[in-house]
């Protein structure tokens, strides 16, 4: 491997051609606003550079909070050429939207609680407890609203209402059960006729980057479709759930919701403030209901059907997120583990591949249908050394930092060889190979 302080300011260079000031866009042209675990994920890097520039990366975050506490998954720029952008969301149409930003009406992973702590744990107590205070209200006024708006039956796991609130977009489970009940017909007829050619020339997506590395034509206009059917109930979660629209209790946003509460209670501890009694029930209810997800006889976790509680056994990258959560137990976590040393699972020379190697759906550079994220990486990296697997960690930590040495900061990466795919000069990459780098 190269000298490290030369990937250092190879990494720092993508953060600084990616900052806008006060939030850093993912990559340029293709995502130009600023994305909610994005910045979560910057932040955790951008600490090392500049602890005030990393505050600001979340600070400017809580500006696209909506007043029930909703974090939107996209704050747009404000900008006349982002005006459809912008559009087809249409934010405005729910009350409880932000004053003057427009957003989406969905959120994405809350990894909001593990940015705050990585960002205060390089601080000396006075000024970290200065930091939590600041954040605490949005922080709490989240987790109470996913709660309240996300758990309608008390059952403990939250569900998410569209694939791109898992962050995940195109991963299995989702696109199962979409492509076998959520496409109305006009796109099953549009796919017989093979029209979706002829649509994929208008894709923006495909301009900078090769089709093979993108979800297909069918399911962009099925998750747009989605999309179109949660605005017209303009983003109420009751108006969707008693129209049947999509609901699953995803594995991945559980697993990072599980990590995030302890986060929460922990920064609570330290204020010396009390969780209000409700929430903390609901979050001893999570860790209790997340079991309801195992499967004994494949030995692994899904996720599942909010309506039916069918799990949907489509094994992903979310199969390993249960040991980034760490409540599970170190039986389970074993298990977990034997899938990543497998070679044909989750074991490749370059891994984690984003779908295991054995499946159906595994198709190396497919976005989140195998090639291997290093937003990934480093959740399963934390979750492994918390379990005391620290050389599985180590060697982890390793082969991510050479996939990044050889390719640069690619959005994601082929897992047979470690070459780079997606968009290039992508910031999550970069501000989790500069921690990685760190620890
Ligand atoms: C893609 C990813 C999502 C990410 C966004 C911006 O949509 O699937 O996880 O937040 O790009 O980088």
Redesign the pocket.
């Known amino acids: 491997m190269q000298d490290s302080t030369d990937l250092f300011s190879r990494m720092k260079a993508v953060l600084d051609m990616n900052d806008r000031g006060s939030y850093t866009q993912?990559?340029h042209g293709l995502?130009p606003h600023q994305?909610?675990?994005?910045s979560c994920f910057i932040a955790i890097g951008l600490r090392h550079i500049d602890v005030e520039r990393s505050k600001m990366e979340i600070i400017s975050l809580l500006r696209g909070q909506w007043h029930n506490g909703m974090m939107p998954?996209i704050i747009f720029r404000d900008d006349p050429q982002y005006r459809t952008d912008r559009g087809i969301w249409r934010s405005w149409v729910n009350p409880f939207a932000p004053d003057g930003v427009a957003t989406t009406g969905i959120t994405?992973p809350p990894m909001l609680a593990e940015a705050v702590v990585q960002i205060g744990s390089l601080m000396e107590w006075p000024e970290c407890r200065a930091w939590y205070r600041q954040v605490w209200p949005a922080l709490l006024a989240y987790h109470e609203w996913l709660y309240a708006d996300r758990d309608p039956h008390h059952e403990g796991l939250v569900l998410q209402i569209h694939p791109?609130e898992t962050?995940?977009?195109n991963t299995p489970p989702w696109m199962a059960e979409m492509h076998q009940h959520q496409l109305p017909l006009w796109i099953n007829i549009i796919e017989k006729t093979r029209f979706d050619k002829v649509i994929s020339l208008f894709r923006r997506d495909t301009h900078s980057v090769p089709m093979d590395e993108r979800f297909s034509t069918i399911e962009a206009i099925g998750l747009f479709d989605i999309q179109r059917r949660l605005r017209r109930k303009a983003y109420d979660s009751n108006k969707i759930l008693d129209h049947g629209l999509f609901a699953i209790e995803d594995l991945a946003f559980n697993s990072i919701f599980i990590r995030a509460n302890q986060h929460l209670r922990d920064i609570a501890h330290s204020l010396k403030e009390i969780l209000p009694k409700e929430l903390e029930h609901h979050i001893s209810l999570t860790e209790k209901a997340f079991e309801e997800l195992w499967d004994p006889y494949t030995m692994q976790y899904y996720s599942r059907d909010f309506i039916t509680h069918r799990l949907l056994k489509e094994p992903s990258i979310a199969t390993l997120l249960p040991l980034y959560a760490g409540h599970v137990t170190p039986e389970r976590a074993k298990e977990l583990v034997k899938l990543l040393e497998n070679e044909y699972a989750f074991g490749p020379a370059f891994p984690v591949p984003s779908v295991p190697i054995n499946s159906t759906w595994y198709n190396p550079r497919l976005?989140?249908q195998g090639p291997s994220w290093v937003n990934m990486n480093w959740l399963i990296i934390d979750g492994l050394k918390r379990y005391g697997f620290s050389d599985h960690a180590e060697a982890l930590r390793e082969s991510t930092l050479e996939m990044v040495e050889k390719s640069g900061s690619s959005?994601y990466f082929d897992p047979r060889d470690g070459s780079g795919a997606g968009a290039d000069n992508?910031?999550?990459t970069a501000a989790l190979a500069i921690d990685l780098l760190k620890r």
Do not use: H, I, R
Not at 35 to 38: F, K, P, T, V, Y
């Open positions: 993912p990559a995502y994305w909610l675990w994005d998954n994405q791109w962050g995940l977009d976005y989140w959005e992508f910031s999550w």
